[in-house]
């Protein structure tokens, strides 16, 4: 069949933050040629998704809210497995797409198989070749891997995963990642008619360097996020005078639990609610260090060329590591600390670090993924 023919259905599966700021250049790059994909949420997440839904315009055919409070991987699963299945069957799809490694996208690509419709993965191939880290993703990845029919690559290196698990070459299409088309859109298109933000201002006029936090990995729960929060601290305390961390707390209450109590009363540690996707680019491009465990953020950084510290304890994007843009530290509050320490201090160093990389992408992957879908006869 051909994909591309209007009578068949593509639909398009989020479930998390990550998944629309990744698949909405996709849903874009579709309508652009006149096909309009029908786009579900499973609603993982909420407050996270709701707002950047709207901000980068994604119209969906249906929300499931399935999130629940501190949700159980088991129950989640449960809950997006069958009732997507259900979906499936309403909707009759011929092509169902799905991004990442989230358990929307894992169980998703389950009940496709389930139901006979074909799944395209995006983002595949990532591998920190660790089963439990990070966790659940590492085992989700592997899962679609299985279950797709389709595999889009970001990197060769990537393919090269896929490759070893036994995936047929001709199923696997290396087109960069997705993260980079939107990361270009909104800068190239949204910053500019965005009010001034006060925080920034206010960090602007006081002549401090910005650097940014995120965290949110399950594995880092407990004693490594409680370690990773110290050394922001210990780093805080130690650039007092030239620095401000921005830090927008996830929504995960495991997360809010850890970080808080420890970072909430540091003068020079501004602890905000999640960003805007917008907003949060405009900090990136103002930032002079990300310390970060998230994915999307370790792509986008090395796109715009701002040095990040990776903390976790695998890493399956290597390619920025190999280039020199990131770092793995891992949870160690003293490695954390210590390499900071070096980027803030050395300018031959940062500026050897600091270099724009296309390694994730050159910003039309989207494109070329609607391409190879519309023209794929099987
Ligand atoms: C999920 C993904 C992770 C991805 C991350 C992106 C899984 C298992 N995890 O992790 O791969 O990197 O999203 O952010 O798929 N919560 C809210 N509001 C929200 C979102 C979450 O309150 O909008 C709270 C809820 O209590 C929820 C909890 O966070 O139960 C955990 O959410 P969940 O989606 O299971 O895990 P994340 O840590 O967000
Ligand atoms: N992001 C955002 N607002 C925030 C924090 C992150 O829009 O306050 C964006 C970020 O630019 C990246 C994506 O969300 O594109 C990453 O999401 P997250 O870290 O939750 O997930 P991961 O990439 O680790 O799966």
Not at 102 to 112: I, N, W
Not at 327 to 339: F, L, Y
Not at 352 to 368: I, K, L, Q, T
């Amino acid at each position: 069949m051909m994909l591309g023919d209007p009578m068949h259905t593509i639909g398009i599966l989020i479930g998390t933050r990550p998944e629309a700021i990744k698949l909405m250049p996709v849903i874009r790059a579709f309508e652009h040629i006149g096909v309009n994909p029908k786009v579900f949420v499973t609603g993982q997440h909420r407050e996270l998704l709701e707002p950047i839904l709207s901000e980068l315009n994604i119209v969906h055919v249906e929300n499931l809210r399935l999130m629940e409070d501190d949700q159980s991987l088991g129950d989640l699963s449960a809950r997006v497995l069958a009732r997507v299945q259900e979906v499936l069957r309403r909707h009759q799809l011929h092509l169902l797409v799905v991004q990442g490694d989230t358990t929307s996208a894992a169980m998703s690509a389950l009940a496709g198989f389930y139901e006979n419709v074909s799944v395209a993965h995006i983002e595949a191939g990532l591998r920190t070749g660790s089963r439990r880290n990070p966790f659940p993703e590492e085992m989700n990845r592997r899962l679609i891997a299985c279950l797709a029919d389709l595999h889009f690559a970001p990197t060769t290196q990537a393919r090269e995963n896929l490759l070893k698990e036994g995936v047929p070459s001709g199923r696997i299409h290396v087109v960069g990642n997705t993260v980079i088309d939107a990361l270009f859109y909104v800068r190239d298109h949204l910053l500019d008619s965005m009010a001034p933000d006060p925080l920034l201002e206010q960090i602007a006029a006081r002549g401090r360097q910005i650097v940014l936090v995120t965290g949110h990995r399950r594995e880092s729960f407990g004693t490594d996020l409680a370690s990773i929060c110290r050394g922001i601290r210990e780093l805080a305390n130690a650039f007092s005078s030239s620095i401000e961390i921005i830090y927008p707390v996830h929504l995960n209450p495991n997360v809010q639990r850890e970080v808080r109590p420890i970072l909430s009363s540091v003068t020079n540690i501004r602890l905000t609610e999640p960003l805007s996707y917008a907003r949060f680019v405009e900090v990136m491009l103002r930032s002079k260090l990300i310390i970060t465990d998230s994915g999307g953020v370790q792509e986008e950084a090395a796109a715009l060329g701002i040095p990040v510290l990776v903390t976790r304890q695998t890493c399956e994007r290597l390619e920025a590591v190999e280039i020199g843009v990131s770092e793995v530290v891992g949870p160690d509050k003293n490695k954390i600390v210590e390499a900071a320490y070096r980027l803030l201090t050395d300018e031959h160093v940062y500026r050897n670090r600091a270099v724009p990389s296309a390694v994730f992408g050159d910003g039309h992957s989207a494109e070329r993924i609607v391409q190879i879908m519309l023209g794929d006869r099987r």
